[in-house]
């Protein structure tokens, strides 16, 4: 794959079912309709936002994201979700993604990406340029997720 095969674009709301497969496969424990009111309600209460890499047409990377404003971090593009189509990885497309992120952050005068990484994905993203957090992320989990 080329890059110059690759387009990068926000999705408006309305369009957020093109992202739903890849989404889908991310997110495994949730079902279709699970996903989709979890999208509509991040968009309504938090301002998530869903951008796309497409290849001829077909999403082939996804990236779920929201603007945060936090006392020790700034402005920042937090990252919630990010995902290539497994026949396209290995070809840029994260990285890319991660870049076309990185722009859209310093357009808004964000200063940086944050995300929490899957321990198999870490690698990845310390070759594109993630450093660890300086203090790590801790959940106090207090409802089951049968009960969220």
């Given at each position: 794959?080329?890059?110059?095969e ?11 079912g093109l992202?739903?497969s890849?989404?889908?496969?991310l997110?495994?424990h949730?079902?279709?309709l699970?996903l ?7 968009y309504?209460?938090?301002g998530y ?5 497409k290849?001829?047409?077909?999403v082939?990377c996804v990236a779920?994201?929201?603007a945060?404003l936090?006392l ?5 593009l937090h990252?919630d979700d ?15 993604m991660?870049?076309?992120?990185q722009?859209?952050?310093t ?15 870490i ?6 340029g ?5 203090s790590?992320?801790?959940r106090?989990t207090?409802?089951s997720?049968?009960?969220?």
């Amino acid at each position: 794959m080329q890059s110059s095969e690759l387009t990068f674009e926000w999705l408006p709301r309305e369009a957020w079912g093109l992202a739903h497969s890849l989404l889908l496969e991310l997110r495994p424990h949730l079902s279709p309709l699970e996903l989709e009111e979890r999208l509509e309600q991040q968009y309504a209460e938090l301002g998530y936002e869903v951008a796309v890499a497409k290849s001829l047409g077909d999403v082939v990377c996804v990236a779920g994201v929201r603007a945060m404003l936090t006392l020790s971090r700034g402005r920042y593009l937090h990252v919630d979700d990010l995902i290539v189509e497994p026949s396209k990885q290995r070809f840029g497309v994260g990285r890319q993604m991660i870049e076309f992120l990185q722009g859209e952050a310093t357009k808004r005068d964000m200063a940086a990406l944050v995300l929490e990484a899957r321990p198999t994905a870490i690698g990845f993203y310390e070759r594109i340029g993630f450093e660890h957090a300086k203090s790590p992320q801790m959940r106090l989990t207090f409802l089951s997720r049968e009960t969220r």
